[in-house]
């Protein structure tokens, strides 16, 4: 729902336009704080909002690139202070 409010038909990111996109891909909406409280409260931060501060605007892969690199470092961190990934 925030892509379409956004979007300007690329990805902030890669910079591809929405019509460059493979098959199966369009552009998406990802919270730069996220917007569930348990993930923002791990960073220090309340949850995030759906402002056009807070949302870039990905492609699909970016997107999933950008989620991958947030669960990997979440993990990591959590590591570091002591706690498991079910905590």
Same mark, same amino acid.
């Given at each position: 729902? $925030?892509? @379409?409010?956004?979007? #300007? !038909?690329?990805?902030?990111?890669?910079?591809?336009?929405? *019509?460059?996109? =493979?098959p199966g891909? &369009?552009?998406?909406?990802?919270? %730069?704080? =996220?917007? %569930?409280a #348990?993930? *923002? @409260?791990?960073? !220090?931060?309340? =949850? !995030?909002?759906?402002?056009? #501060?807070n $949302?870039?605007?990905?492609?699909?892969?970016?997107?999933?690139? $950008?989620?991958? &690199?947030? &669960?990997? $470092? &979440? @993990?990591?961190y959590? %590591?570091?202070?002591? #706690?498991? *990934?079910?905590?």
């Amino acid at each position: 729902r $925030v892509a @379409a409010k956004y979007s #300007e !038909g690329f990805c902030e990111m890669c910079l591809r336009r929405h *019509a460059e996109l =493979p098959p199966g891909q &369009t552009l998406e909406g990802h919270h %730069k704080i =996220p917007h %569930k409280a #348990e993930e *923002a @409260a791990l960073f !220090g931060f309340d =949850p !995030g909002d759906d402002s056009r #501060e807070n $949302v870039w605007i990905l492609c699909t892969a970016c997107h999933h690139l $950008v989620d991958w &690199t947030r &669960t990997y $470092v &979440t @993990a990591h961190y959590r %590591k570091m202070l002591g #706690e498991s *990934a079910g905590d």
